[in-house]
């Protein structure tokens, strides 16, 4: 597929709105859910993303209208993925849930995921970096760096896939991706994040221009509980960071029924309690003509984000770059992840403002990853293991009450220019991940040839100087 030889997709625009979507005339039943006759020879189908009884604020369904429902001819059942037959990693993202994850406090940082050694699709080429709890009992999430460069549906038996555990935020960091889902399709492009919710089946393509060896990159959250939201904004008023009405959602597509050719079987992989599970079926699942509800996929580009930041003094906590939240971590108004973003902007304190993040331990678990450019806080350029540093595409983790900050070279760097005047930060997108829960590292992540082992040496150059002045 490349970018430039069809029509841009259409989208539905809004956050939570219930919206109706056809791609064939008269498809979607009036006035009612589930006719006796459903118009042109449809199936009802009810896809659930909250309990029934969920109060109405929180409620997500969507009503799917099928030429034949998601249960037809699946008798021949799902095998697990350790099955080796399948060609398929036995655990998602390489990682065995419950053995491969290790609790460690120190700082950490990784460079650039590095391409697939051998060709991988989007479900191959995902690795587990952290997580905390467990999609059994709904509790925790997770997070993940992929890089891939094969499509999901380039072999002859095309490879589809959905997510029982809880629902996917993907960031790409590099090369955009075309995302097939039942609701229909989206391109997300570096800059754009997009969220798949639980039990949607979607397929990951590379949005390939002419370049054919290209491979994507990027970021994964999943959360095991609840879903994604607005956040609040109290005191900000009714607009500003991420608007609602720049989310969009996919409109109605169907893949043609092709008559000629005897077998439309595909494979569609199940993640289900970290683990993978595949099975064939006999025909493709994009067979929704129409559909209307609140429980969709939808894409947001970053770039529309309203940041609010003209302070007096002082540098804000990160919280008010906050994009989506998930609800739900320890406390009382304490989420279980928290989307945020440093996005391009006018910085504006006063002379005396560290303007960088300042030197802190946090109650919170954070996973920073770099989309592009640089981050203000990590100029520097790595310590002796010459790993580089904060790079895009690399990604760093500062876990609960680990302390971070600056380093050095950056802090010291700030403190002597100074900032006289507003300036606009045009020189990166970072973000983070945000979570409340404490996360365990997988072997992976510890063992990877990209992390920077000397990671916590960025800290090292800070001179004591008391009673005098840094400067
Ligand atoms: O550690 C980091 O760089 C992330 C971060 C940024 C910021 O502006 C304030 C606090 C914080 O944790
Ligand atoms: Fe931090």
Not at 24 to 32: D, M, N, T
Not at 352 to 369: A, D, I, L, S
């Amino acid at each position: 597929m490349t970018a430039d030889d069809k029509e841009p997709l259409q989208y539905h625009r809004g956050f939570g709105n219930h919206i109706e979507s056809a791609a064939y005339p008269h498809s979607l039943p009036q006035g009612r859910n589930n006719p006796r006759l459903v118009p042109r020879g449809l199936y009802a189908e009810q896809l659930s993303g909250t309990a029934f009884t969920a109060p109405r604020c929180e409620n997500r369904r969507t009503w799917l209208y099928r030429m034949l429902p998601s249960v037809s001819s699946t008798s021949s059942g799902f095998i697990s993925c350790q099955d080796k037959s399948t060609n398929l990693p036995s655990f998602f993202g390489h990682t065995d849930w419950n053995h491969d994850m290790k609790l460690d406090p120190n700082p950490m940082r990784w460079g650039a995921t590095p391409p697939p050694k051998e060709g991988a699709n989007f479900i191959q080429g995902v690795h587990t970096m952290l997580g905390s709890g467990d999609p059994t009992t709904k509790s925790g999430i997770a997070v993940y760096v992929y890089a891939f460069d094969q499509d999901m549906n380039c072999h002859d038996e095309k490879m589809h896939f959905y997510n029982s555990d809880g629902d996917f935020l993907i960031v790409p960091q590099q090369s955009g991706l075309a995302i097939q889902t039942e609701l229909g399709k989206m391109e997300v492009s570096p800059g754009e994040v997009c969220v798949i919710p639980r039990g949607v089946v979607f397929t990951v393509n590379i949005l390939r221009d002419d370049d054919k060896h290209v491979f994507a990159r990027g970021y994964m959250l999943e959360i095991f509980r609840g879903h994604f939201s607005l956040p609040e904004l109290g005191p900000i008023g009714s607009n500003g960071l991420a608007n609602g009405r720049d989310f969009l959602h996919p409109i109605a597509h169907y893949d043609e029924v092709d008559d000629a050719n005897e077998s439309q079987s595909c494979i569609i992989v199940n993640k289900f309690g970290q683990s993978l599970f595949a099975r064939t079926n006999p025909h493709s699942p994009y067979n929704v003509v129409a559909w209307h509800g609140n429980y969709l996929p939808y894409k947001y580009d970053l770039r529309k984000f309203c940041a609010i930041n003209s302070v007096s003094y002082d540098h804000p906590d990160p919280s008010i770059y906050t994009v989506l939240t998930a609800k739900g971590g320890d406390e009382e108004g304490t989420a279980l992840a928290d989307f945020v973003i440093f996005p391009p902007r006018v910085m504006a304190t006063d002379e005396n403002t560290f303007r960088p993040p300042w030197f802190h331990r946090n109650v919170m678990t954070e996973y920073m990853g770099l989309i592009y450019g640089e981050y203000d806080a990590k100029k520097g350029t790595g310590g002796s293991d010459q790993k580089g540093g904060f790079v895009p595409g690399g990604s760093s983790l500062h876990s609960i009450m680990t302390p971070h900050g600056p380093d050095a070279a950056s802090y010291y760097e700030n403190v002597k220019k100074g900032c006289k005047e507003p300036t606009k930060f045009d020189g990166g997108l970072a973000f983070m991940f945000e979570s409340s829960a404490m996360c365990k590292v997988s072997k992976f992540a510890l063992n990877c040839e990209q992390r920077e082992t000397s990671y916590a040496e960025c800290w090292n150059g800070f001179k004591n100087t008391f009673p005098n002045m840094h400067v």
